[in-house]
């Protein structure tokens, strides 16, 4: 009877030890570190993943509808090559291979530019939700990056001056207003290194192929 | 039984505490925010997970296609082309990893905080050191979210600021930072030496002691972008 009683409080021991410790490893868990965040900076992250979230569930749903329509076709025997076509060519543009029309806004801006704060620019576009960006017509891939050559700034190997003209397709008024809000980058740009800029809104922009081969040289697909 | 109550203490006690000191600094209205913000992280990796799932069953569904063989094989070549260059795909090569984390050091009094901790700036400088060192595919990892993938860079990707979290590709991470870059050879010592973008990184990890670290590999694997690569806003101009 005791050995019973023994047993039975070391089973409830062992609960409450497991209960108390998942509680405290919880505890410890990314809420802390989001709790770290005041209400201002908590309001911009949820404003981000918002946008964000809705651009996933967006993708989503054509993702979905893309395998519906293969499977359709696949059922019906037909061949699914169009749209594998049409894939290469989503693939190519997002990759910067394949120039971009569509709705966008047009900035031209002034400035004695240092490498980072073009930097800091295209990051703020991106952010905003920008799908293609071109400055100067120098087509924006993942790899290009402001750096200082011989005696100005290039962008992949081609020199940009004082005056930048900066496209970007995406939601016009989005654009705008994330790249002309109070405290936002051109005001800081304004601050730091006395810019000048005009931001105008527009139903076609076009924002071209870049020339570069962006063919990997050492990274390779893994099978 | 001493043992597991001194346990059971120790547990409660930690966790009295922790309760404690989140009471303290959360008002009511930042916990609804912290909550949301948790939320909106959770329906983004199950949509992140959902999207990865159904790319690779239209991967099959591309391959299984019935039509002339040759035609075929050229445009699944060239969709694999279009894939690598669009950062979509796994990679694989060498190159070299950067960790950088907070400092360790204790504030001094007077001195702000936000020097001692890695900011949105140092993990743009270090991803466009390696841009400029030639890097052909870079990841970075240090997610708040347990198992969150790492966040490939690609033509969309901002490394943007929101107080002390930093979003990439739209994902909150969290420090220790850990970047992976794949490149040809010498992208360690053309990291190491690239002029303007790690300078201003090592005069903070000097100044304020952040924890930084780097060194090449001989193999680096890289995983694919999983996200929106769907322009809603523009379409690609048809070519010639």
Known sequence: ?????????????????????????????????????????????????????????????????????????????????????????????FAGLQAVEGQGIVMEIEAQFQPT???????????????????????????????????????DGVSIGNALRVTAVGSPDGLKAALERPGGILSLLAQSIAATFSVETRDHVLVPATERDLTPQVAQPVE | ????????????????????????????????????????????????????????????LQERDTGSRTEIQLLSERLLAARVAAGAEEVRGPGMIVEIADSLRPVPVGESQSNYIVLVDDLRDIVTALWGSGAEA?????????????????????????????????????PPYRIEAIGPEGIHDRFVTHPAYLARVIERVEAYQLQFAHEARDEVTIQGFVGNTRMQWGAAVEQP
């Open chain 1, 1 to 93: 009877m005791t050995r019973r009683i023994a047993q039975l409080s070391l089973t409830v021991v062992a609960l409450v030890v497991g209960v108390l410790l998942i509680g405290q490893l919880r505890s410890q868990a990314p809420a802390i570190e989001l709790s770290g965040l005041s209400a201002q900076e908590l309001s911009d992250l949820i404003e981000t993943l918002s946008t964000g979230n809705a651009q996933l569930t967006d993708a989503l749903t054509e993702v979905q509808q893309q395998v519906a329509e293969y499977d359709r076709l696949a059922v019906a025997g037909d061949s699914t090559v169009t749209l594998t076509r049409e894939d290469v060519v989503r693939f190519s543009a």
């Open chain 1, 117 to 155: 704060s073009v930097n800091d620019l295209i990051h703020e576009l991106r952010s905003a939700g920008a799908e293609a960006i071109a400055i100067d017509d120098i087509r924006i891939t993942a790899t290009s990056v402001p750096v200082l050559g011989t005696g100005s700034i290039e962008i």
């Open chain 2, 1 to 60: 039984m001493a043992a597991a109550l001194a346990v059971i203490g120790f547990a409660g006690a930690a966790q009295w505490n922790s309760s404690l000191g989140r009471e303290e600094f959360i008002t009511s209205a930042q916990r609804v925010l912290v909550s949301r913000a948790e939320q909106l992280q959770r329906d983004q990796e199950l949509m992140l997970g959902e999207i990865a799932e159904a790319e690779t069953q239209l991967q099959s």
């Open chain 2, 138 to 174: 870079i990841s970075i990892t240090g997610s708040l979210t347990e198992g969150a993938p790492s966040a490939r860079l690609v033509s969309t990707t901002s490394i943007y600021g929101a107080g002390v979290a930093i979003l990439v590709n739209g994902v909150a991470l969290s």
